[in-house]
């Protein structure tokens, strides 16, 4: 007899600690950055997506592009102050460049998809530091375990970032 209510209440006590665990609804998954990136429609008028510097080429094999392990190692801390590759499950990053520099990054964009929902909160925090102190050349959008990174170098370009954000996230609230 006391078997079976220890039993039970271990199985009890299973089922609160792992159920409160698993977040409400569907993690976002790296099939789904294909339906919310950048479309070739969506570059301002002037400018291209940019070409890789042949000393990046060993890092970065395109543009756009999703990482591969060993360049989500090598960049993640390179994106935001204290960024973990651990946590990342995959990175889809655009550079998009005025065309008179193909090889600048005046606009980069990157989408995150972290590997569960606690990495996504720690990392989106480090993400909101670093914002806060650039919020007039960048834009993070957030939702479940996604971050939609917008950068730019110079200010002027931020209305671009703007408008590519309100697109975005439209199709980051329909996936």
């Known amino acids: 007899m006391n078997r079976n209510i220890f039993l039970t209440i271990l199985i009890l006590f299973a089922a609160l600690k792992f159920g409160t665990a698993i977040p409400a609804g569907r993690m976002y998954k790296n099939s789904d950055i294909d339906k919310i990136k950048l479309q070739n429609t969506e570059i301002p008028k002037g400018f291209m997506y940019g070409k890789i510097p042949p000393f990046a080429k060993k890092v970065l094999l395109s543009n756009p592009w999703k990482f591969n392990r060993i360049a989500i190692n090598k960049l993640t801390k390179r994106i ?7 946590s990342i499950d995959k990175i889809h990053m655009s550079i998009i ?3 008179d520099a193909p090889f600048g990054d005046d606009i980069v964009c990157y989408i995150i998809i972290y590997r569960d929902m606690s990495a996504a909160k720690k990392e989106t925090t480090k993400l909101k530091k670093f914002i806060k102190y650039n919020k007039d050349r960048t834009i993070l959008l957030h939702k479940k375990n996604m971050n ?19 697109q975005l996230k439209l199709r980051m609230e329909t996936v």
């Open 80 to 86: 935001y102050p204290g960024g973990s590759a651990y």
């Open 97 to 99: 460049t005025k065309k």
């Open 148 to 166: 939609i990174f917008l950068h730019v170098d110079n200010v002027e370009n931020f209305n671009y970032i703007q408008k590519m954000a309100n």
